[in-house]
């Protein structure tokens, strides 16, 4: 596989960034290119015009206070959001993500916004930054604007970027007193691994019962989904090992995973059940 001839632009702002992918007809974003690169070679895509995060600084930013919560740049790797101890503090779940990401080299030169706008149902970061409610902060020609992460999918490898836009950052709010927010990924090796099913579930305890949760899976659909049915069940409970195993067995059975080359269907949802239900308890246990 040979990586086909672009030109290669190298702004310093988020400004000219913006301006440089609106040049050419098929300019792309690149950040740590893990991603890019592997499908410009394999041609699941092309671009002409490869424009470069490498130089905007401000893309590297990280910053935190109880008020403001965390604001993540887009172009932080996620080596540095993994050795970040103000993440793993307060969501230590990310932390979990991105440890679990491919391996040290891909980790060195990923990053959390490159993750992200891959887009990729099993994209380890996407899960947590669901479950904590994260924002995306998107720069384009007109200014910026805000979605929640959620949000943005319109199918695997499809956001709702436009032609000149770039997610600039990331905003997550910290959690309430009392939530706790578990990320579990499932594949045949421990490590450089893509997620066969992944499980991020969060739950708010307020004396010993369940009042809010969020269960978010990963590869069992075209995009990450958040299974409502189980988050309405687990509400108003106390999670013991019962609820939690109900709980599991009502998210395998309210997702429509695809039989692939790296599992079936089946065994997919017989992970979702297991994840779900060990997560569910793990929080409550405080692991
Ligand atoms: C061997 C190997 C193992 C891997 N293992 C895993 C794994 O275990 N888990 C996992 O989730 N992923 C894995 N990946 C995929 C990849 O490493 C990650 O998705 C990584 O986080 C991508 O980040 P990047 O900075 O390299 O993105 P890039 O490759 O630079 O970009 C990815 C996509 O996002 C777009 N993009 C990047 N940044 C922005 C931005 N700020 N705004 C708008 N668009 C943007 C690019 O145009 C491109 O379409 C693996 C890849 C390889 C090669």
Redesign the pocket.
Same mark, same amino acid.
């Given at each position: 596989m040979i990586l086909p001839r672009f030109d290669l632009l190298e702004p310093s702002s988020v400004k000219e960034v913006c301006q440089a992918l609106q040049t050419g007809s098929n300019a792309?974003?690149? &950040?740590? #290119? !893990? *991603?890019?690169?592997?499908n410009l070679k394999k041609k699941v895509f092309s671009a002409d015009i490869l424009v470069s995060?490498g130089k905007v600084s401000e893309l590297k930013d990280m910053s935190f206070s109880d008020e403001k919560g965390l604001t993540l740049g887009? %172009?932080v790797r996620?080596i540095d959001m993994v050795d970040s101890p103000v993440i793993n503090t307060n969501f230590p779940a990310l932390t979990a993500a991105g440890a679990?990401?491919?391996?040290w080299q891909?980790r060195n030169? &990923? !990053?959390v #916004? #490159?993750?992200v706008?891959?887009a990729?149902p %099993? &994209? *380890?970061t996407i899960g947590p930054l669901i479950a904590y409610g994260a924002t995306a902060v998107i720069a384009g020609p007109d200014g910026t604007r805000e979605e929640l992460i959620e949000t943005i999918y319109k199918g695997p490898g499809q956001t709702t970027?436009g032609k000149g836009e770039?997610?600039q950052a990331i905003r997550i709010k910290k959690p309430s007193a009392g939530t706790r927010v578990s990320y579990s990924k499932y594949g045949t090796r421990q490590a450089?691994?893509?997620a066969i099913v992944s499980a991020t579930t969060s739950v708010t305890i307020d004396n010993g019962t369940c009042v809010d949760g969020k269960i978010v899976l990963g590869a069992v659909a075209p995009t990450y989904i958040r299974c409502l049915k189980t988050e309405e069940f687990i509400k108003g409970k106390k999670i013991t090992e019962e609820t939690a195993e109900q709980a599991g067995q009502i998210a395998s059975e309210s997702c429509k995973p695809i039989t692939d080359i790296r599992a079936s269907a089946d065994y997919r949802r017989q992970l979702v059940k297991i994840l779900v239900k060990r997560n569910l308890l793990n929080s409550v246990a405080g692991n």
């Open positions: 792309r974003v690149i &950040a740590g #290119g !893990t *991603d890019l690169l592997v995060l887009s %172009a996620i679990k990401l491919g391996s891909i030169r &990923a !990053t #916004g #490159g993750n706008c891959s990729r %099993a &994209a *380890d970027l770039i997610l450089m691994e893509i």
